[in-house]
């Protein structure tokens, strides 16, 4: 407007400044904020604190053999493996800063709280089963031994490997469409070195799939051994509907039929990557 410009023209002359429009300003999406890591720590009272009793943990890359080892020991009368349940993924928020004090005044941080979450889930499943032990082998589990160890004391692990090269080949068949060999080798490995650190920060058994496809009688005897529970010749006789999926790759048609066949013939040391050839000579698959 005409009375605009003047008064715009005057203040400029006068002050040196004038007026302008400002542009619609762009919104901008709120940056989802980072959720604070809380220390954890082992049950204050552990008799009050925790459901469960000694639970199994199978500590393995992706695409080792946990599936079919998971049948196996499903079969077990005692023992009850549920599918992968990814329980530390299951977190606690407060609601209210009131919430939070009302948690502290009682002894518990975050972290207290979704151990308590995680331990009645897998309780409930347990219970469900009418088992004694519950058997958890997510895979991701391996990036946070430190923690499931934390939460639950008296757990036990039993450590799966396979060669590296096997499970980057079986990587890379599940979904090769998403993943290049390379790149299946390279995530593969991340869940390796997972296990490893696993391996040397916690007591616990190491079975290979190898041993458990070429002898599953003295391997799942091994593992009964360890758990101390009696031999259960059941073991070798596993096939059931529910672990029928898909996705199991390797493993599919070995629990459809209910029989453990051999497994891939191993690599030669020229086909294994450059990248995982140190993992070979960690695990023993290459001198």
Known sequence: M?????????????????????????QR??????RAETPFRPPADPGTDRLLT??????????SGSTLLRAMLNAHPDLHAPHELHVRRLTVEFGTSLAEKAMEALGHNRADLEHLLWDRVLHRELVRSGKTY??????????AHERIAACWPDARF????????????SWHEASPDKRTPEEAALDALRYMKAVERARKALPGLTVRYEELTADPETTCRRICEFLHLEWAPQ???????????????????KIRSGTVQPGRDLPTEEEVPESLRSMCRTWEYLP
Not at 29 to 34: F, I, L, S
Not at 54 to 63: E, G, K, L, Q, T
């Open 2 to 26: 005409a009375w605009q410009r003047r008064i715009n023209g005057a203040l400029a002359r006068y002050t040196g400044f004038h007026i302008e429009r400002v542009g619609k300003v762009e």
């Open 29 to 34: 999406a709120p940056q989802p904020r980072k």
């Open 54 to 63: 000694a639970p199994v943990f199978v500590i393995s890359p992706v695409r």
């Open 134 to 143: 519950v058997v958890d082998k997510t895979p991701a589990n391996a990036f």
């Open 158 to 169: 039993v450590f799966l490997l396979r060669h590296p090269a096997s499970i980057a080949a």
């Open 235 to 253: 073991m070798l006789r596993y096939g059931t509907p529910d672990v029928v999926s898909k996705g199991l790759g390797d493993w599919k048609d």
